[in-house]
């Protein structure tokens, strides 16, 4: 992460500078961040680790930050404190930023061709069935699948991030069910994409005639919700 990125008005040695002045000891090196999980706290070698918002606080707040982490501090001063410290309205200074993604392991160098074609199959299918409105997704081998067939994963705000398919489908079902189960985990992709509830409800099962998909492929296909 750049620090450039960073807003030019804030600066660590100052906020270093500005504790330091009220009374802040046994403190080696100030990092900021901007995740709200922890907004204050120091390790135990001396890093005081503290939200990026801070810097713009008024010293009743830094002085609070001192108290609240000088050794020493008995617990009721300590709360009194951390009340003060939480009261500041950090995100209006630092808004958060956007949870970095976790990087995708790579797809086995064996699994290439059967994904080339699984994504050449969600291409066609879309444009078939879906006036090609999906977006393109990406796609997955999975081998831990055991029940499930395939899976459209979602992200926190409910939208389609992967389509899991089943190796073990794959191996044993043959490439017509394969297709089942891609029309499935479209259908499921098509209601998250269009604000509807991604369900097997009547909406579901309308769509799935429509595009043909058969009985037999509602078995055993699951769908989740994952921030991964
Ligand atoms: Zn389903």
Same mark, same amino acid.
């Given at each position: 992460?750049?620090?450039?990125?960073?807003?030019?008005?804030?600066?660590?040695?100052?906020?270093?500078?500005?504790?330091?002045?009220?009374?802040? &000891?046994?403190?080696?090196?100030?990092?900021?961040?901007?995740? &709200?999980?922890?907004?204050?706290?120091?390790?135990?070698? $001396?890093?005081?680790? !503290?939200?990026?918002?801070?810097?713009?606080?008024?010293?009743?707040?830094?002085?609070?930050?001192?108290?609240?982490?000088?050794?020493?501090?008995?617990?009721?001063?300590?709360?009194?404190?951390?009340?003060?410290?939480?009261?500041?309205?950090?995100?209006?200074?630092?808004?958060?930023?956007?949870?970095?993604?976790?990087? #995708?392991?790579?797809?086995?160098?064996?699994?290439?061709?059967?994904?080339?074609?699984?994504?050449?199959?969600? #291409?066609?299918?879309?444009?078939? %069935? %879906?006036?090609?409105?999906?977006?393109? !997704?990406?796609?997955? !081998?999975? +081998?831990?699948? +055991?029940?499930?067939?395939?899976?459209?994963?979602?992200?926190?705000?409910?939208?389609?991030?992967?389509?899991? !398919?089943?190796?073990?489908?794959?191996?044993?079902? $043959?490439?017509?069910?394969?297709?089942?189960?891609?029309?499935?985990?479209?259908?499921?992709?098509?209601?998250?994409?269009? $604000?509807?509830?991604?369900?097997?409800?009547?909406? %579901?099962?309308?769509?799935?005639?429509?595009?043909?998909?058969?009985?037999?492929?509602? +078995?055993?296909?699951?769908?989740?919700?994952?921030?991964?």
């Amino acid at each position: 992460m750049s620090q450039k990125s960073q807003p030019e008005l804030f600066n660590d040695a100052f906020l270093v500078q500005r504790l330091s002045a009220l009374g802040l &000891r046994g403190v080696r090196r100030v990092e900021s961040h901007q995740n &709200r999980a922890v907004m204050v706290s120091v390790t135990p070698r $001396g890093v005081l680790r !503290i939200h990026r918002g801070y810097a713009y606080a008024p010293d009743s707040v830094l002085a609070a930050i001192v108290t609240f982490v000088k050794p020493g501090t008995r617990l009721q001063r300590r709360r009194a404190a951390q009340a003060v410290i939480l009261a500041f309205p950090v995100d209006a200074f630092a808004p958060p930023q956007r949870a970095r993604r976790r990087r #995708k392991p790579s797809a086995r160098p064996e699994d290439l061709p059967l994904l080339r074609q699984l994504t050449a199959m969600h #291409k066609q299918f879309n444009g078939q %069935f %879906f006036d090609g409105q999906l977006s393109r !997704i990406s796609l997955r !081998i999975s +081998r831990r699948m +055991r029940r499930r067939l395939g899976e459209l994963m979602l992200d926190a705000n409910d939208a389609p991030v992967e389509i899991a !398919i089943s190796s073990r489908h794959v191996a044993r079902d $043959g490439w017509h069910e394969v297709e089942q189960t891609m029309l499935h985990e479209m259908i499921h992709q098509w209601q998250a994409e269009s $604000g509807r509830p991604v369900d097997h409800g009547a909406i %579901f099962r309308k769509k799935a005639r429509e595009v043909g998909v058969t009985p037999r492929a509602m +078995r055993d296909v699951g769908h989740t919700s994952s921030t991964s």
